[in-house]
């Protein structure tokens, strides 16, 4: 079926240093959606984003992070500068649309480690 | 806001025994509700959806089914097996601006032979 990939799998930097998620959604799709998962936790919502803009954010999506997709490219969330509370799986999700019955199509998640 | 509130976990079976794990919501609107799996080292994947109130989901034995007068969406399986031993999320999804959706804490299940 259809497959959202995230790159890289795990990603390992040091506390202060910027770091780029990249995620590419399934082809046809049209909203993106970025999770927080602490190990052994809740996975908590991030962002949404539709059409080169941010539709919702949550309080965990601090001002240190941004989302962007050109055209064509990968949806990236960024954090610049990380803190050592941003370590944690972060998934990235896509939807073919808006309607309320279409499922979210998840990627494996990226860990990431700050140190 | 839109909120869903399901069964802490972890929960602990042996095989062959029946699960159920409590999900309840809130929104304003008509939602559609999904229950979605968690296997280790993977992101979530659709367990089923029920988009209409009253109506039954159901897909690898286990079921829920919308209940619009008690706002809930329990998830039942009538006997377990160890390849069930994952985390399963109750969701919402509303037709909105924001196109948010809203998942539950998340339920661990562990399932010993």
Redesign the interface.
């Known amino acids: 079926g259809p497959k959202?990939l995230q790159i890289p799998s795990h990603q390992i930097i040091d506390m202060g240093q910027m770091v780029t998620l990249n995620c590419d959604p399934v082809s046809n799709h049209l909203?993106f959606?970025w999770?927080k998962q602490i190990l052994g936790q809740?996975?908590e919502?991030l962002v949404?984003f539709?059409n080169g803009k941010v539709?919702?954010k949550s309080k965990l999506f601090k001002d240190q992070f941004s989302v962007e997709r050109p055209d064509g490219s990968y949806f990236t969330l960024k954090i610049q500068p990380t803190a050592l509370e941003d370590s944690a799986v972060y998934?990235c999700?896509s939807?073919p649309g808006?309607?309320?019955?279409?499922?979210?199509f998840?990627?494996?998640?990226t860990k990431l480690s700050v140190l | 806001g839109d909120s869903v509130t399901q069964t802490e976990g972890p929960v602990t079976l042996s095989e062959g025994t029946s699960l159920t794990v409590n999900c309840s919501y809130e929104t304003k609107q008509y939602p559609t509700l999904f229950w979605y799996v968690q296997y280790p080292g993977e992101g979530p994947q659709l367990l089923f959806k029920v988009p209409k109130a009253n109506e039954k989901g159901s897909n690898r034995g286990f079921e829920a089914t919308y209940n619009k007068e008690a706002t809930s969406f329990h998830l039942q399986k009538a006997s377990v097996q160890e390849s069930d031993s994952a985390v399963y999320y109750c969701a919402l999804r509303r037709a909105s601006n924001t196109n948010k959706v809203v998942f539950g804490t998340g339920t661990r299940l562990q399932v010993l032979p």
Do not use: K, P, T
């Open positions: 959202v909203y959606y999770y809740q996975m919502f949404n539709y539709m919702e998934f999700a939807s808006r309607r309320a019955n279409e499922r979210l998840f990627g494996h998640g």
